[in-house]
């Protein structure tokens, strides 16, 4: 990714700058949803099928029309899904297992294997909060698991509401759904991980690397300086838990950013921690450093 593409990206976070100075991000400025949904139907009878030829066009008017939250400026939030369905109807009543795949098509992506619901082919798709359903209310959970991503981007822990949100679908969820209860144990952990201590190092790191990447162009020492802190609380991270998959898909995600910000740098100790970091890269640090 060249430096201009990355300040394409890191434009779209400048506005709040204001907002992250003084320490407040209102839990009503929000994002809107702009989603691209994609179903795989081919293991479901051609009967069914053909009941569900407008299925994935339902789904996005559901997720790019529903209230989530209020939005001041009308940013709007990128979602990919994949629906991969599989026939469990019994009697008259309509029902689905499958595997549902969610990402905002840059770093961050929830999948889900136990999904099961019922949905009446034709039915409107509406999602009311406090009125569990075994399909909108894992569609709502993940949408806010993905604001909540978003939100920490904008401030320290700005996810906080989103991921609460999240954490309370899956609590009413797991006690009110009867025969779809399976899966909402693992969503529950899921949330409750990520409001937890443990991840909280992991999410102020978010915060600092998205607030440097927000002054590329402008004051581009000030960005090498933010995201040099976030480099060094990344690499705590890794030290302290070499394993954990969300650092590993956060360098993966952006050490093309990384390797853009510091390309021209005199400074370039961030680039030998990721060298560390992210040996599946390691020529590209190296050319850099052995210029």
């Not at 894992?138 to 949408?143: G, K, L, S, T």
């Not at 144990?185 to 201590?197: A, E, G, H, T």
């Not at 000030?222 to 609380?233: D, E, N, S």
């Amino acid at each position: 990714m060249m430096l201009e593409n990355v300040i394409m990206i890191c434009k779209k976070y400048v506005f709040i700058i204001p907002l992250i100075l003084i320490g407040f991000v209102s839990s009503s400025m929000a994002q809107r949803i702009e989603a691209e949904v994609e179903t795989d139907l081919r293991t479901l009878p051609q009967e069914k099928q053909d009941k569900l030829y407008d299925f994935a066009d339902r789904v996005t008017h559901f997720l790019n029309s529903s209230p989530w939250c209020d939005d001041p400026w009308n940013t709007p939030v990128y979602l990919t899904i994949t629906l991969r369905l599989e026939d469990m109807s019994q009697g008259a009543e309509e029902r689905y297992k499958g595997t549902i795949i969610v990402s905002n098509s840059y770093d961050i992506q929830f999948s889900d294997l136990r999904w099961r619901f019922a949905y009446q082919s034709g039915d409107q798709i509406i999602y009311e909060e406090n009125n569990f359903d075994s399909f909108t209310s894992v569609m709502a959970f993940y949408v806010n698991m993905i604001l909540g991503g978003e939100f920490d981007k904008w401030g320290t822990l700005s996810g906080t509401p989103y991921y609460e949100k999240a954490r309370n679908i899956a609590e009413q969820s797991k006690f009110g759904l009867g025969r779809f209860i399976e899966g909402w144990d693992r969503r529950l952990d899921l949330v409750n991980f990520f409001l937890s201590d443990r991840h909280r190092p992991f999410r102020e790191m978010v915060d600092y690397y998205f607030y440097g990447l927000s002054y590329v162009d402008e004051d581009n020492e000030k960005a090498r300086k933010h995201c040099a802190t976030a480099i060094q609380m990344l690499d705590k991270i890794v030290s302290n838990d070499p394993e954990n998959e969300y650092a590993r898909n956060f360098i993966n995600a952006h050490y093309q950013e990384i390797l853009e910000i510091y390309r021209r740098a005199r400074y370039k100790e961030p680039l030998r921690q990721m060298l560390i970091l992210d040996p599946d890269h390691d020529r590209l640090y190296r050319d850099i450093l052995e210029r």
